[in-house]
């Protein structure tokens, strides 16, 4: 096959772009360099506007025969499980009201199985560099392999290769690169169903993360030091064990399936990245090859589905030429619809998790103040479940910072709760 588009990277955000580029009649070659898919917790909470997209697409339906879990509500809640913020999505605008919590695999495979016979996939292939004309436009790419090494060309490379992405250096796109102070620890736990919520534990080791998988599992996401499971014996992880429990008392429930899960943990780093540009001529960034925010706020797929939705929309926009000019005018429309919403998912995305994992300090003083003001705050709670769950995005006003931060009294907020005293001993 001669490509009209190469796709280096087969996660969610690549074989989006491959299905909604596919649609539109083009020839697309996806490469990753992969053997097999791997497995990962991520990109499992999917808001209501990659519903929509996946709708869009047909492809909602065999994601919803996976399993996939509706969720209405996502909460923020004390360690004793008491709520402190609570965002009702079925009080959203529109048609798609609700998050659908999916394995990542599963929503990969439907992804792929929904692909256009124009698309190819080789697993096993390392894409290493690009290719340029005399004006340094993107042609195509380097490739190493089964098969050996190649180059292919085509009109158009997007690089959905992920946030150290090979293609994103090798045409020298700057990028913001910043990891947060904490980790997270994941565990996925069979037999643990749990309620139909994203539940956010603010505690005082910071985040715990709970949710509903397919087929009774659950997610559970822990917020830990970069050192806290180094060199650590069955025993020490026994203990690990029992103090989050004491510090966590609304996961209780989770207690034999955590136990019994314990040396299945997947330790993840946590950045956010941000690249000063999402085009060059002949070439697209997507997904995390662009942009990473933290976990919290559950933007990560989301974000990269949207990229693929205005990539396939740019280009269709511009008559579906694949001449350079025809291509590389779709992309600079495609950067300038992107940037602001990626810019906005980001502050958003940053701000509430910090609301969340600060452990001491003015941050957590301060995240405790706009979370007991947004909660008494029906307008700022509404505009909260508009911004993350993509439907309704309006990015908050500095009144409505202020209003958060109690430096301005709206009238038509409720007083907010007194909070109740956590306890600080750690056992």
């Given at each position: 096959m ?12 690549g074989?989006a ?10 020839r697309v ?12 917790a991520?990109g ?6 990659t ?15 996976t399993?996939?879990?509706?969720v ?5 809640r004390?360690?004793?499980?008491s709520p402190l913020?609570?965002?009702?999505y079925?009080?959203?605008p ?5 998050i659908?919590?999916?394995?990542y ?9 929904g692909l256009?016979?124009t698309?190819?996939?080789r697993?096993?292939q ?6 340029r004309?005399?004006d ?6 380097r ?7 190649q180059?292919i060309?085509?009109?158009?490379v ?9 293609l ?10 910043r990891?947060?102070p ?19 534990y ?32 069955p025993a020490?992880l026994?203990g690990?064990c ?15 399936a ?8 997947q ?5 956010r990245?941000r ?7 002949g ?6 090859a662009a942009?990473a925010v933290?976990p919290?706020?559950?933007?990560g797929?989301n974000?990269?589905?949207?990229d693929?939705e ?5 280009l269709?926009?511009s008559?579906?030429?694949l ?39 003015l941050p957590?003083?301060?995240?405790a103040r ?6 008494a705050n029906p307008?700022?709670?509404?505009l ?7 439907t ?11 209003y958060?931060?109690g ?17 600080s001993?750690?056992r």
């Open positions: 001669t490509p009209d588009v190469i796709v280096a990277g087969a996660g969610a955000g074989l772009t491959a299905r909604a580029l596919g649609a539109l009649g083009l070659l996806v490469l990753d360099r992969q053997r097999t898919p791997a497995s990962i991520k499992e909470i999917l808001q209501p506007e519903v929509r997209i996946l709708d869009t697409w047909g492809a909602l339906d065999a994601l919803r025969a399993g996939a879990r509706p209405g509500r996502l909460a923020i004390d360690p004793q499980g913020l609570a965002l009702d079925a009080a959203l529109g048609p798609y009201r609700q659908l919590c999916a394995d695999a599963d929503l990969r495979t439907v992804l792929a199985d256009a016979a698309v190819e996939v697993w096993g390392r894409v290493t560099g690009v290719l004309a005399d340094r436009r993107v042609t195509g790419v490739v190493t392999g089964v098969g050996g090494d180059e060309r085509a009109p158009l997007v690089a959905a290769d992920g946030m150290s992405s090979a994103r250096k090798a045409v020298g796109v700057a990028v913001d690169r990891e947060y904490h980790g997270l620890v994941a565990f996925d736990l069979p037999g643990a169903d749990v309620a139909d919520e994203v539940s956010a603010r505690t005082n080791r910071g985040l715990c993360l709970v949710y509903p998988l397919p087929g009774g599992r659950c997610r559970l996401y822990v917020q830990v030091t970069p050192d806290e499971f180094r060199g650590r014996s020490e026994t690990w029992d103090r989050l429990l004491v510090d966590v008392p609304a996961i209780g429930a989770l207690e034999t955590l136990r019994a899960s314990l040396h299945r943990r330790l993840l780093a946590v950045y990245l690249a000063a540009r999402l085009s060059v001529p070439l697209a960034l997507v997904g995390e942009h933290h919290m706020a559950a933007q797929v974000s990269s589905l949207a693929a205005t990539l396939a929309a740019t269709a926009a008559g579906g030429t001449d350079a000019a025809g291509v590389d005018r779709a992309l600079l429309d495609f950067h300038a619809a992107r940037r602001p919403r990626l810019d906005h998912v980001a502050t958003v995305s940053h701000n509430a998790s910090r609301m969340i994992t600060s452990v001491s300090g957590k003083l301060l995240g706009m979370m007991r003001r947004t909660a307008r700022l709670l509404g909260t479940a508009g911004n993350l769950s993509g309704n995005v309006r990015p908050l006003s500095l009144v409505d910072r202020l958060q931060l430096l301005l009294v709206d009238r038509h907020a409720r007083p907010p709760a007194t909070p109740a005293p956590q306890r001993e750690r």
